[in-house]
């Protein structure tokens, strides 16, 4: 796998928005993108190259908290801000960031790891620490 | 005393325990006892059998894992939660919270001077659930 996912510490990561609630359908942590999954109505992790295609156009946002199979998940959805906190989104103001071919990560446009449906999470407005989410996903997959 | 083991994966509000939401003060993990700090915003943290002022005063169970200013999930007095630790598999027992910041014991005998007696519910017959009914003292022993 590439080197370069956004690297994340899940305790710093701080929603700076209200959040949305779900239910967690795996264990998450902190500051990964999650998707609705059909099939249980619960969030798991995005992954742009995820097998079930259903599960990688359902992006619903970044999870604010650590969280279990069958426990409360806040996220902060569409239109929300975010603290990533993370050391290496170094990138410019306004760095658009893509959902990676690692379930839950992140990674800039120039990582080679937008493989399957290349999904825009967001983009970095205080460069490396805060991320507005504004999802725009993929119709159909590419590569990989 | 003798904290119960609890794993924060395993604990889980039961069907019909309303999930509120509040912020996290502090590290606190799900299973973990809280109260809500008035002197800082009303944060969740840790509730203390022995602590000093609010803090011997449970409010609410933590049922997400969250770290200092994070979104936490809680269930007040009247949910029902998994707490799926073996210590649970005794219906009845009653549990009562530790002199060790967020955690749970069910052993009242262990109650010394300058603790606040804190009754935390029950366990309910199988699957090793607590029926969480928070009474504290308003007096230490």
Request: charged share 15%; hydrophobic share 40%.
């Amino acid at each position: 796998m590439a080197a370069s996912d956004y690297s994340l510490t899940a305790s710093e990561v701080i929603a700076l928005s209200p959040c949305e609630i779900g239910r967690a359908g795996a264990t998450i942590t902190a500051g990964q993108v999650v998707v609705d999954d059909p099939s249980t109505g619960k969030l798991v992790l995005a992954d742009a190259n995820h097998a079930t295609a259903a599960i990688c156009g359902r992006v619903k946002g970044i999870a604010a908290h650590n969280a279990s199979d069958g426990q409360p998940l806040a996220y902060v959805g569409n239109g929300g801000r975010i603290r990533i906190d993370s050391t290496t989104a170094t990138g410019e103001q306004n760095e658009t960031v893509y959902l990676s071919d690692t379930p839950g990560a992140m990674c800039s446009s120039d990582d080679a790891k937008m493989v399957g449906f290349s999904t825009v999470i967001g983009h970095v407005d205080t460069a490396g620490a805060i991320l507005t989410v504004q999802i725009a996903e993929a119709a159909a997959a590419y590569g990989n | 005393m003798a904290d119960i083991t609890v794993t924060p994966a395993e604990v889980i509000p039961q069907n019909g325990s309303d999930v509120k939401w509040g912020t996290a003060g502090e590290d606190i993990d799900a299973g973990e006892f809280i109260y809500f700090d008035a002197a800082d915003n009303g944060k969740a943290k840790l509730a203390d059998a022995n602590g000093t002022g609010a803090a011997h005063t449970v409010q609410a169970l933590a049922v997400t894992t969250s770290a200092d200013d994070q979104p936490l999930g809680y269930v007040l007095p009247g949910a029902e939660v998994q707490m799926d630790t073996s210590a649970f598999a005794t219906a009845g027992l009653p549990v009562f919270l530790s002199a060790n910041p967020g955690k749970c014991s069910v052993t009242a005998a262990d109650y010394t001077t300058g603790w606040y007696y804190n009754h935390l519910g029950v366990v309910k017959a199988g699957g090793k659930i607590l029926q969480f009914g928070a009474l504290s003292a308003d007096t230490a022993k």
